[in-house]
């Protein structure tokens, strides 16, 4: 069974401010994990994703993701928040063969100016 | 299409009515998935498509929900007999399906199903 915790349902930076959204995992087999960004009233957009090769994944918009074995974690981070970045932010884990996704409940970053 | 369309973008329905949301992947993709949204929550896992093979229907929460797709096209989510509980948006997302991939899963819009 693949679960995701993703602590904070929401999250506020001020412009210019470091992003950290927390992701941890629970899978019986090697994971695959993803983050994605849903704007108000769109569809999710892929950020980016682990596939078990470099363990640093380097997204879009400045966003990565570090996979972290030893603490079941894959937190999102981005040196300095835009406003553009205000959304909702999803963590989904995926296993082999068709990849069903299992998503956490998300967290709405919020950016003032 | 370049992306994942759904239609209707919105549906407004009166509690025990039938409705039914429908999902164009991209073209070529062989796997397309059905996904709820409720309100503040994450995204709740309803139902698989590869190819030809049987769908996983292991997320679909009542036997009021079913689905159908025509070959790797176009795919329809069917409710019956609605009750508010079913008000969530409904994403359909598609991916080329390849076996032992990690390829990407790509969303629609969703579907924003209020049942009045």
């Known amino acids: 069974a693949q679960s995701v915790t993703q602590l904070g349902s929401h999250v506020s930076v001020s412009e210019g401010a470091l992003v950290l959204l927390r992701c941890n995992y629970s899978s019986s087999v090697p994971p695959y994990l993803f983050w994605y960004v849903q704007y108000p009233n769109q569809g999710l957009q892929l950020l980016l994703k682990y596939t078990s090769a470099a363990t640093l994944v380097k997204g879009i918009n400045g966003f990565e993701a570090e996979f972290k074995k030893s603490e079941t974690s894959f937190h999102l981070t981005k040196p300095s928040a835009h406003m553009s970045d205000a959304a909702e932010y999803f963590c989904a884990v995926g296993g082999t063969g068709f990849q069903k996704l299992v998503f956490g409940t998300g967290t709405r970053l919020l950016v003032s100016p | 299409g370049a992306g994942v369309s759904q239609s209707p973008s919105n549906k407004v329905t009166e509690k025990g009515k039938d409705v039914e949301l429908r999902c164009d992947p991209i073209s070529g993709h062989t796997a397309l998935y059905w996904y709820r949204q409720r309100l503040g929550q994450g995204l709740e896992f309803l139902i698989y498509f590869q190819g030809n093979s049987a769908p996983d229907k292991s997320g679909l929460p009542s036997d009021r929900f079913s689905a159908e797709r025509t070959g790797e096209s176009v795919s329809t989510l069917t409710i019956q007999r609605t009750q508010q509980e079913d008000s969530a948006v409904y994403l359909c997302?598609?991916?080329?399906?390849?076996?032992?991939?990690?390829?990407?899963?790509?969303f629609g819009p969703g579907t924003r199903l209020t049942v009045l």
């Open positions: 997302a598609s991916r080329t399906g390849l076996a032992g991939s990690t390829d990407t899963q790509y």
